[in-house]
């Protein structure tokens, strides 16, 4: 299994996992309903809070809780182009939208 990251959309900074050499940050990821999960410590798989970004991914976008479907959809360019993403930020009142950037480092792989 890989890891999975991004980047924050309103800092711009890589999601490093906790298994990185860099300093985990608190980041807060948000549905379209205002839901928020807050995450103090990235494992690096894709969770935050205890909610899957994937998961999430497909229940915002009627496809019920199937993590495959999500992670389908995010790398389906085609189909993801219209999908509702969770935003993921720092500042949890940040009004931001769209798909998150992934992080080339997948909050890992540091130079």
Same mark, same amino acid.
Request: net charge negative; glycine share 10%.
């Given at each position: 299994?890989?890891?999975f990251?991004?980047?924050t959309?309103d800092?711009?900074?890589?999601i490093?996992s906790?298994?990185?050499?860099?300093?985990?940050?608190?980041v807060?990821?948000? =549905?379209?309903?205002?839901? *928020?999960?807050? @995450? #103090?410590?990235?494992?690096?798989y894709?969770?935050?809070?205890?909610?899957?970004?994937?998961?999430?991914?497909?229940?915002?976008?009627g496809?019920?809780s199937?993590?495959?479907a999500?992670i389908?959809?995010?790398?389906?360019?085609?189909?993801?182009? =219209?999908?509702r993403?969770? *935003?993921l930020? @720092? #500042?949890k009142?940040?009004?931001?939208?769209?798909?998150?950037?992934?992080?080339r480092?997948?909050?890992?792989f540091y130079?």
């Open positions: 299994m890989g890891f990251s991004w980047q959309q800092t711009n900074k890589s490093p906790v298994h990185s050499t860099r300093d985990t940050f608190t807060h990821m948000k =549905d379209h309903k205002g839901n *928020t999960w807050r @995450e #103090d410590s990235y494992e690096g894709g969770d935050f809070g205890g909610k899957d970004f994937y998961e999430l991914l497909a229940e915002m976008n496809m019920g199937d993590r495959d999500g389908k959809l995010a790398f389906d360019k085609e189909r993801n182009a =219209d999908a993403w969770p *935003t930020t @720092e #500042d009142d940040a009004e931001v939208t769209g798909k998150p950037r992934e992080c480092h997948q909050g890992f130079d």
